[in-house]
């Protein structure tokens, strides 16, 4: 889908959320196939965690993500549980 308009898209970038895009779009997915929007405006998923993926369903606000030394300690965190639990 081409932009017609004369001006270029404008792109948003919500930090700790999506790409907010000037619509109507058409995004190319990883395997190959398409997904199209004509609404005005359309949230993109950037977190991975949409349902609805590729377009944001809101699921970035329900856990954020945690920084790479927290996944760390968490991942410790669970492996010391797993571990209680066994002995």
Same mark, same amino acid.
């Given at each position: 889908?081409?932009?017609?308009s004369e001006r270029p898209r404008r792109v948003?970038?919500?930090p700790g959320g999506p790409l907010?895009?000037?619509g109507p779009v058409e995004v190319e997915l990883p395997? &190959? &196939?398409t *997904?199209?929007?004509r609404r005005f405006q359309v949230a993109l998923c950037t977190c991975r965690r949409s349902?609805?993926?590729?377009?944001?369903?809101?699921?970035?606000?329900?856990r954020p993500r945690p920084k790479p030394d927290q996944e760390q300690e968490q991942e410790g965190?669970?492996? &010391?549980e797993r571990e209680g639990?066994? *002995?």
């Open positions: 889908m081409p932009n017609r948003t970038i919500e907010l895009v000037e395997d &190959g &196939g *997904a199209t929007s349902r609805t993926y590729p377009w944001c369903d809101t699921s970035h606000r329900r965190e669970r492996e &010391g639990e066994q *002995a």
